[in-house]
Structure formats: structure tokens, C-alpha cells
């Protein structure tokens, strides 16, 4: 979260055409083939499967909108953060959602109106993690077993209602967001699948 956003996220997308989003994506991705990214400005975009069904999307954009095509299947959890900038969406039943620096929303898939996202400010760097319920459920991490996570009852919680649920910024939550941002560039993939599911558990945490 820097306030110099916007001026360090022009200068990183100097060499990128205007209209044009670069996409980094590991050979082998089937999902990076459709993705499709578009924007009226220019973007760059890193793309990794973190688990079994779970993808990883982070980027950072200096336009008014892009928009992008994810993962297809039923039941798909969308995570999102804004790391800078401003970044917001159209839902299906009219309403809008709009994500400050650190703010975190989780909703279905299928409540967006579209694969639109836009950039009130003009700028917005961020990640989404898109949870595919029935794939991780039947890969079955160990960890997130063990610490009781019910992936039904997180559709319940946070798909069947049609409702976002918004998280406002926080310590613990950048600290565990910032390790996604960097980590997609950096880490091993196993270092990055942990801090994957380090998210995912803080989130989807059984409530009490």
C-alpha cells in the first residue's frame, strides 16, 4: 500500500503497449490459454494454480478498467485484495463493490455481473484467488482438515447468500495478502501453495 501508486505503476508498464495486458503464466496453465485479459489502459498480469482448483491472479494495472475471463466451474469462491489504488465490480443483483487499499471481499463467482473490474483512481495493483469448492474438497489439504475447515459449509457462508463479504484492512490480513504479492514472483511453488493455504485458513476459519 504505497502512495506513490500510481506514478511507480505507469513507470513499471512503460514498455507495455496501451491497450495491451502482459501475461505471465507457467507452461502447462490450461486456464491462462482463455484468459483473455483487456484494458482500455495498460496491465500486467501473473497467473499460477497455488493448489488443486485454487488459482492465484495478481496484478497491477494503470487504466480505468480491464477485464478478464476466470476459471470456469460451479461453485467458485472469489477472494480479492487490494494492495493499491482502488479497484471495484458490478454485481448481478444491481449492487457494487468497491475495495480501498488493504480491503479484502469474498463472494461467489457467479454473483459478478460480469469479468469487469474497474479503476475509480486509474490505477489499482491487487490479487484474487479463485477457490473451486468441489476440486479442493476432493484434493483435501491436510491442513485445512485438521483445523476443521467444512468447504460445504464455506459455500453456505460465503456463495449460496449472493452476498460479498467485505474485510476491512488490517495488520494480520496484509501480512498474510502481502505474502501472495510477492511471493507469486519469488517463492517455490510449495512456499507458495503454504502461503496460500495460510490465507485460506485465516479466512475460511470454522466460525465460533
Known amino acids: 500500500m ?7 505503476i505507469a513507470q513499471a508498464l512503460s514498455r507495455v503497449p496501451q491497450g495491451s ?7 502447462g496453465l490450461a486456464w491462462a490459454e482463455n484468459v483473455a485479459p483487456r484494458t482500455d489502459g495498460r496491465g500486467w498480469i501473473t497467473l499460477r494454480e497455488v493448489l488443486p482448483g485454487v488459482y492465484l491472479a495478481a496484478g497491477f494495472f494503470h487504466a480505468g478498467q480491464m477485464s478478464l475471463t476466470p476459471p470456469a466451474g460451479e461453485n467458485i469462491l472469489e477472494i480479492n485484495h487490494c494492495w493499491s489504488g482502488r479497484a471495484g465490480w458490478n454485481l448481478r443483483d444491481g449492487r457494487s463493490v468497491y475495495l480501498g487499499e ?3 471481499v469474498l463472494h461467489s463467482l457467479g454473483a459478478r455481473e460480469d469479468g469487469v473490474t474497474l479503476f475509480p483512481l486509474g490505477y ?3 490479487a484474487a484467488l479463485w477457490v ?3 476440486a479442493l474438497a476432493k484434493a483435501g489439504p491436510e491442513p485445512l482438515r485438521r483445523a476443521g475447515v467444512d468447504l460445504e459449509e464455506v459455500y453456505r457462508r460465503f456463495c449460496a447468500p449472493g452476498r460479498p463479504l467485505r474485510i476491512p484492512a488490517g495488520p494480520e490480513l496484509a501480512a498474510l495478502c502481502s505474502a501472495l504479492h510477492q511471493g507469486i514472483h519469488t517463492f517455490t511453488a510449495t512456499a507458495l501453495e503454504q502461503k496460500a493455504l495460510a490465507l485460506l485458513l485465516y479466512l475460511l476459519r470454522p466460525q465460533t
Open 132 to 134: 473451486d469448492l468441489e
Open 124 to 126: 489499482g495493483q491487487g
Open 2 to 8: 504505497n502512495e506513490d501508486g500510481a506514478p511507480r
Open 102 to 104: 488493504g480491503d479484502v
Open 21 to 27: 495486458v502482459q501475461v505471465d503464466a507457467p507452461d
